[in-house]
């Protein structure tokens, strides 16, 4: 293929010649589309992710509108009524006339129950029989393989019980504000169950300071991340012993778990474990019904009335993100499909929207990619040849996954019923429990994806030491196979490059290639990787996006994901140059291969966020803001210094004893 027929993959008309590259490559590139962009209403941020996302709404859309609705009653069986299944769950969703009629009564029953509940052990019996119907519990539930024994499943238990985004919004004063509608929001939803007002404000503040006293135990997001501090393997005895509180033969029976599934666990964050058994007494059991009533509403909110889902939104969407206005109906039945049935429609997108030729082109994106972080890793002057050896090994054994899974989940088990929207979600829910649950004692099933085909997104596995890349990302801005290979390793191979240096961030390179927690590195070599953390983690604690002015970026958050955005920018360039096989890249649309390949990256992250969006992520996420993964990114990479000639004053200019390279 010549020049004159590639695409550059670049919009030359979108680039803003008023803003130089030098200062500022995210505006250069997308300032143009944020002037004149406005942030849909139902959204709290959009860009490059979100228009992708909405393209596979519709094309999910409409593979679930070309099957016929079936009439309501209880769909069961195999493969062959997956499409009726699939059908039956977004008319369920798309009845709004039904929805409205019923209002709340759906969930007056269990509202009763938990208003009545007794003691204690009626208590807990009640949370864990809504717990296998998707309402929440307690804890954080969840099945993976054992950090210390990969070969096996083990039931993960976290911190759980609030319903703010994190414990910090319980305590911060930036939130005091969010905090004085949250319990104003409680009492307009319990009014809006069929609670009388007055009882609805004293439930709405008994609910809150339980909530605010189950927080104040809860590790913060940084403890949270960090894989040393989670692996707290405890046999059930032990689980007992940090949880006295809890009668947990009781609780697993109620959910209709088996206990043999938790012989032993991960108790992910014992404090936590332990501040919420502490509140399991007779003394707080009005505050336990008023938080279980609020956990009820809280929970099948979105699947009642218009009134009550708008009433929902107008917190966790409006008053959180900044959103005015919810996502049409539509669109939300669609993501209640892909909740419930998400590989059944996959396998149909994937048969109408995937390219094959997608698929090859992506083998050898990342055989480029593995290659080069193999020629850059045996390059590393700070790594002594023990860890090196090590490092190498994993990579030799990562595994990727392209487009879609080999084997297809089974829904045999799963019921569907058109005329029951909180009947199909609680079915969905308890479809999960078993399946989740059944896996432990079981062999590792590692041809499992834990994304849809039809997600716009990718995932490092560190337990599987994988690379997965659903077929959704596989499209412009991140991939075309038209274009140059330029814009192709900047954009989606160095999503790549980011998804391959998640093993090797500050926590995937605790495991080990098998994907074993274990220590394979000399004291030296950390010592040497987190001395260049540290100075990535000063980078962005110094950095404050636009729209949250005054606050910064939380470098010890996000390292993760900023060692993978450095990682793989670097080494997709590094891949980009091998992939020429030393001839010099051509120039094309005017743009030299280095210019393609930077302009492609921020091109890729292309995104407007709200003000409240922005706050709200800067808390939450482990990601950092866009503009940020962009900008200070490539001013640790000393191509782009080279292609764009900057020199001090320059507003992406870091002198080169500041850049940190670490992979």
């Keep these: 293929m010549t020049s004159a027929v590639l695409s550059s993959g670049i919009d ?54 070309g099957t016929s609705a079936p009439a309501p009653g209880l769909i069961e069986g195999g493969a062959d009524r997956e499409a009726d299944k699939v059908a039956a769950l977004y008319a369920s969703f798309m009845d709004v006339e039904r929805a409205d009629a019923l209002g709340a009564s759906p969930i007056a029953g269990d509202l009763d129950r938990a208003l ?26 969840f099945v993976d ?23 910090s919004y319980y305590r911060e004063e930036q939130f005091a504000g969010i905090r004085e509608q949250y319990r104003a929001h409680i009492a307009r939803m319990l009014r809006l169950a069929g609670i009388a007002e007055g009882e609805a404000e004293h439930l709405s503040a008994l609910a809150y300071d339980l909530e605010r006293r189950i927080a104040a135990a809860h590790w913060d997001k940084v403890a949270s991340r960090d894989i040393q501090k989670l692996y ?61 009533a609020w956990s009820i509403v809280r929970g099948s909110a979105a699947l009642l009335s218009q009134e009550i889902s708008r009433a929902n939104f107008d917190f966790y969407g409006t008053a959180l993100t900044g959103a005015p206005e919810q996502r049409e109906r539509w669109r939300r039945g669609v993501s209640f499909v892909e909740g419930a049935m998400g590989e059944a429609v996959g396998r149909l997108y994937v048969e109408r929207h995937f390219d094959e030729r997608s698929k090859s082109a992506m083998d050898e994106l990342v055989g480029h990619l593995i290659e080069a972080y193999r ?76 994304m849809t085909p039809q997600t716009v997104n990718a995932y490092y596995n560190p337990g599987f030491n994988e690379i997965v890349f659903p077929a959704a990302i596989l499209q412009p801005p991140f991939f075309d196979a038209s274009w140059d290979a330029a814009a192709n390793f900047g954009a989606i191979g160095a999503v790549i490059g980011h998804e391959i240096g998640h093993g090797f961030d500050d926590q995937g390179s605790r495991y080990d290639g098998d994907g074993k ?76 291969g280095a210019e393609r390949f930077f302009l492609a990256w921020a091109q890729a992250w292309q995104q407007k966020s709200r003000p409240e969006e922005t706050v709200r992520l800067l808390t939450i996420d482990p990601h950092s803001p866009n503009e940020f993964r962009c900008n200070q990114i490539v001013r640790n990479l000393a191509p782009f210094h080279e292609a764009y000639a900057t020199k001090p004053g320059d507003g992406l200019w870091l002198a080169p004893e500041e850049r940190v390279s670490i992979w």
């Design 116 to 141: 009545r509940v007794a003691s204690v052990p009626e208590l807990i019996a009640l949370v864990g029989e809504l717990e296998r119907q998707g309402l929440g519990g307690f804890f954080g539930m």
């Design 232 to 292: 707290n393997l405890r046999t059930f005895e032990g689980l007992r012993e940090i949880t006295p509180g809890l009668d947990w033969p009781a609780y697993l029976a109620a959910m209709g778990a088996p206990q043999e599934a938790f012989a032993e666990v991960v108790a992910a964050q014992p404090e936590a474990l332990a501040g919420l058994s502490e509140l399991l007494v007779e003394d707080e059991l009005e505050s336990w019904r008023a938080w279980l």
């Design 517 to 592: 927690l274990t220590d394979w590195w000399t004291e030296a070599d950390r010592e040497a990787f987190e001395a260049r953390t540290k100075a990535l983690i000063g980078q962005y604690n110094a950095l404050s996006p636009e729209g949250a002015e005054g606050q910064t970026v939380n470098g010890e958050l996000t390292i993760g994901e900023n060692i993978g955005d450095l990682s793989g920018l670097e080494i997709a360039w590094k891949a980009y140059l091998r992939s020429l096989h030393g001839a010099e890249p051509p120039v094309i649309d005017g743009l030299t």
């Design 375 to 450: 020629d850059s890793i045996r390059q590393l002057d700070w790594m002594g040849p023990e860890t090196r050896a090590r490092a190498l090994d994993k990579l030799d054994r990562f595994t990727p996954k392209i487009g879609y899974p080999v084997k297809w989940r089974d829904y045999s088990a799963l019921a569907a019923d058109a005329g029951d929207l909180l009947g199909n979600s609680r079915r969905v829910a308890e479809f999960e429990f078993a399946r989740e649950l059944g896996k432990v004692g079981k062999p590792i099933d590692r041809d499992e994806w834990f």
């Design 145 to 167: 393989n054992d950090p210390g024994d990969p070969s096996r499943y083990i039931v993960f238990v976290m911190q759980g019980g609030i319903g703010l985004p994190d414990e």
């Design 12 to 65: 030359l008309a979108e680039l803003d010649p008023a803003i130089r590259p030098q200062d500022d490559l995210f505006r250069h590139v997308n300032g143009k589309w944020i002037a004149r962009t406005e942030i849909p209403a139902d959204k709290a941020r959009y860009g490059s992710f979100a228009v992708l996302a909405e393209n596979a709404e519709e094309a999910v859309r409409d593979i679930i509108t």
